[in-house]
């Protein structure tokens, strides 16, 4: 029987594909992988299951419902000695080791301990996958220079796994199905050239393949039990019965199709609870547990090198609605002391309804933000402490007496003395706006009234304090058509008769009592 | 009796940390010029006092109590950043009683870029805010117009603008000239048809003087 290569492409995306000969000349057949070589590294995890219920339990037994009735999936190894084994019906455990602990399983508990592996796999490579229920692969060929090779990597990885608790199936090799192979079939394999891919997984029963049980039958109807009598059938055929997407597997676990894969990415957003056996009303003990939140949260941040501007609080009640508390910040940041600071400020204030049965505590988008260098004070004087930047100042300040309360100012291009300015927010993320330009030759009082003052007047001179002696002007200023919020005014500089300098206008538009009304507009500081 | 014995115990009577010299004392430190030729002549160090408090008494706004600092507050937002501050050259105003014009200001030379006003809604906020600007070490300068302050708040200002290298300007009316007040420098400045009449009420290091015409 000889295999003949796909001649359309649907089957196979393929092109002048040397014809699998599966005598001798595995070197012919192993064609070149992508340019650059890539080395997976698959762990796999068989007691997942038993394992994600935790350790301590050593009369442990998973089981899990399998058409209507429970059966022992797992059992600890204590358990297995006992004669507990995986099929039996629980009560048939039980009545082997009455002390055994029966777990129901949990496929979510099992998902969320494997993503937490993956993030701590992390460390080893910045490419991790979570390839199954209960496989994780890593690209590692980047990563060998760093871990001292790959015996020392493998040693560092099954060590890590084991510390926590968790008895792994180790492979390597250049394609990520074929490592997840091999693993799978608890091969201790390390296979670092494309070459020797058909020779290790040759020999392979099917079963490491996690095809369905229906096609494994059949398969072994056929008296093919392992992969090397399954790259010996004539593709057509064994596309046709098995169906492409097999075909398709076999091909990229020996590199012949790529086989791209997704990055796992570890969450960037903080969210943690807090649940307290009783509730809670003592507000000094919220605040410590609220410290620890936060600890955690900066422990979190800390490790991707990210900073949030923005986080929430929530305090939930047995009874009464849950009770938020956002904060936000001027800039990124992640130290909990100065989180801290801000929510103290803020928590003085919230009203409770009722005592509080749980916090949660949720941290906002993230941003990058890398660490700063400490200085070095050798230069004899006490360095300063508890300094902060602008932003921290306009963030502690804003917390107490509001946002609108703390701004900047700017200067803008509007001959309108009430437009010529706008006040500025300090904690917009943009930088300081492009200002307008500064005009020379023109008098402008350093004291803007923030509406113009209507000024009393004799014989159609305006008084203040007494009679204005005007020093300059008038002054022009007209129109501004364009946003119905036009003047007409002439603008003198004038000093009252106790000697304040006073920017004061009279209005050519509007008439007050048959007289031109003079206001005053500001004041020259 | 040797004479010896005499002067060594008078010198270890002056060891003792409790006997203080006023020879000994520090001269002023440098003061941060007005701009104002007359003026920096009448102020110990040759100017404003830096990390200090200083009251300026009005008798009604519009006289020029904002040019007389402007100088000085022009230089410190265009100052090179210090070795130990953060981001300094800030000037914060607390409670103006009005509101400072970008235009005017840009004329007289600030930066717009490093101002902060602040709006508390009342008297302790003032305070407050004055106290954590002064103390943060980024405003080179706070200007606050406080409703009281007496002479616990004034003294704590004081402390505030040594922790944070800062210099305080606090406006107060004319009726608290006999109010005790811990600030360095204390000024009045009034105006008559006369003309402008700025006096040294207080100087630490300095002597009492009366000017006309500064601004």
Redesign the interface.
């Known amino acids: 029987m000889t295999m003949r290569p796909a001649r359309r492409p649907p089957v196979i995306a393929r092109d002048n594909a040397p014809p699998p000969d599966t005598s001798a000349q595995h070197s012919q057949y192993a064609l070149p992988l992508a340019k650059e070589e890539r080395l997976w590294f698959c762990v796999y995890l068989p007691n997942l299951p038993l394992e994600a219920c935790g350790p301590g339990d050593k009369d442990l037994a998973v089981i899990e419902e399998q058409q209507g009735v429970h059966r022992v999936l797992l059992a600890s190894d204590h358990a297995r000695a006992a004669g507990v084994l995986p099929g039996q019906s629980p009560n048939a455990a039980l009545a082997l080791l009455p002390t055994l602990t029966l777990e129901e399983r949990s496929v979510i508990r099992e998902q969320q301990v494997l993503e937490l592996l993956a993030t701590w796999l992390e460390q080893f490579s910045s490419f991790v996958c979570v390839a199954g229920p209960d496989v994780l692969l890593l690209e590692i060929a980047g990563s060998l220079r760093l871990f001292g090779g790959l015996k020392s990597l493998r040693r560092q990885v099954a060590k890590g796994l084991e510390a926590q608790g968790f008895g792994a199936s180790l492979a390597i090799a250049p394609t990520p199905l074929a490592a997840t192979w091999l693993a799978r079939g608890r091969r201790r394999a390390c296979i670092r050239e494309p070459a020797n891919v058909m020779a290790a997984l040759r020999n392979l029963p099917l079963s490491c393949l996690d095809w369905p049980p229906t096609v494994l039958e059949s398969l072994a109807g056929m008296g093919i039990t392992d992969v090397g009598d399954c790259l010996r059938l004539p593709r057509e055929g064994f596309a046709r019965r098995f169906g492409v997407k097999r075909l398709l597997q076999l091909d990229r676990a020996l590199g012949h199709l790529p086989d791209p894969r997704n990055s796992w990415r570890a969450p960037e957003r903080f969210c943690a609870d807090f649940e307290m056996t009783e509730e809670q009303s003592d507000r000094e003990l919220l605040l410590t547990i609220c410290h620890e939140l936060l600890h955690a949260h900066e422990q979190f941040l800390l490790s991707r090198q990210l900073g949030t501007q923005r986080l929430l609080f929530t305090f939930f009640h047995l009874k009464a609605k849950a009770t938020s508390l956002p904060l936000g910040g001027a800039r990124a940041d992640r130290a909990a002391g100065h989180w801290y600071e801000l929510l103290r400020l803020r928590f003085e204030k919230l009203v409770l309804p009722e005592p509080v049965i749980a916090i949660r505590l949720r941290g906002g988008t993230t941003q990058a933000l890398n660490g700063t260098s400490g200085r070095l004070a050798f230069?004899g004087?006490a360095?300063?402490e508890?300094?902060?930047?602008?932003s921290?100042?306009?963030e502690?300040?804003a917390a107490?007496?509001?946002n609108e309360?703390?701004?900047?100012?700017?200067?803008v291009a509007d001959h309108r003395?009430q437009y010529?300015?706008s006040?500025?927010d300090?904690f917009a993320a943009r930088a300081?706006d492009a200002?307008?330009r500064?005009?020379?030759g023109i008098e402008?009082?350093?004291?803007?009234?923030?509406e113009p003052e209507l000024l009393s007047t004799d014989n159609g001179y305006p008084l203040h304090q007494g009679k204005l002696r005007f020093v300059s002007g008038p002054e022009r200023l007209e129109t501004g058509w364009w946003d119905e919020h036009g003047i007409a005014r002439d603008y003198y500089t004038a000093i009252?008769?106790?000697?304040?300098?006073?920017w004061v206008f009279r209005n050519r538009d509007r008439h007050h009592g048959g007289e031109a009304a003079w206001y005053l507009h500001?004041?020259?500081? | 009796m040797p004479r010896n014995s005499d002067t060594s115990s008078l010198e270890k009577l002056l060891e003792n940390p409790r006997v203080w010299r006023a020879r000994s004392q520090p001269g002023p430190a440098e003061g941060l010029s007005s701009g104002y030729a007359q003026l920096d002549r009448m102020l110990p160090g040759g100017g404003w006092p830096r990390q200090a408090l200083t009251e300026i008494l009005v008798e009604q706004y519009g006289i020029g109590e904002l040019q007389l600092l402007m100088p000085a507050l022009a230089s410190l937002c265009t100052e090179e950043p210090g070795a130990e501050s953060v981001e300094p050259g800030w000037i914060a105003w607390v409670a103006p009683p009005f509101q400072p014009y970008p235009p005017a200001l840009q004329k007289c030379g600030i930066n717009l870029a490093r101002m902060l006003i602040v709006r508390p809604r009342n008297a302790s906020e003032v305070l407050w805010s004055a106290e954590q600007a002064l103390s943060s070490g980024t405003c080179a300068a706070v200007l606050l117009w406080p409703h009281v302050l007496d002479d616990q708040a004034s003294r704590r200002l004081q402390l505030a603008a040594e922790k944070g290298g800062s210099w305080a300007i606090a406006f107060r009316p004319l009726s608290a000239r006999h109010e005790p007040s811990a600030a360095a420098l204390r000024l009045e400045l009034s105006a008559s048809h006369r003309g402008k009449r700025l006096a040294i009420l207080k100087s630490r290091g300095g002597s009492p003087a009366v000017l006309h015409d500064v601004v």
């Open positions: 230069d004087r360095p300063r508890h300094y902060y930047s602008m921290q100042l306009a502690r300040l107490r007496i509001g309360s703390v701004h900047g100012v700017n200067a003395p010529a300015w006040t500025r300090l300081v200002l307008a500064v005009r020379q402008r009082p350093l004291w803007l009234l923030p009252s008769p106790r000697g304040a300098g006073l500001g004041i020259f500081g």
